[in-house]
């Protein structure tokens, strides 16, 4: 069951999909790459989903 109503857009299902997606295949990398580039896509692939979340705060807010 769906805690929040975001949780249910399309958009949020992908965004989930593809951060499984990252982080597997930046465990793949090479060990050299694993601490930048790693770390940068993570970090950006994961606001995908904090932006999400803020959009649902401001919603409530408003």
Do not use: D, G, H
Not at 30 to 54: D, F, M
């Amino acid at each position: 069951m769906y805690q929040y109503s975001f949780e249910k857009l399309e958009v949020w299902k992908e965004t989930k999909e593809l951060t499984k997606t990252i982080y597997n295949t930046t465990n793949t990398f090479p060990y050299k790459e694993k601490y930048w580039l790693c770390s940068q896509l993570r970090i950006n692939v994961e606001s995908i989903t904090n932006k999400l979340n803020a959009l649902k705060n401001y919603q409530i807010k408003k």
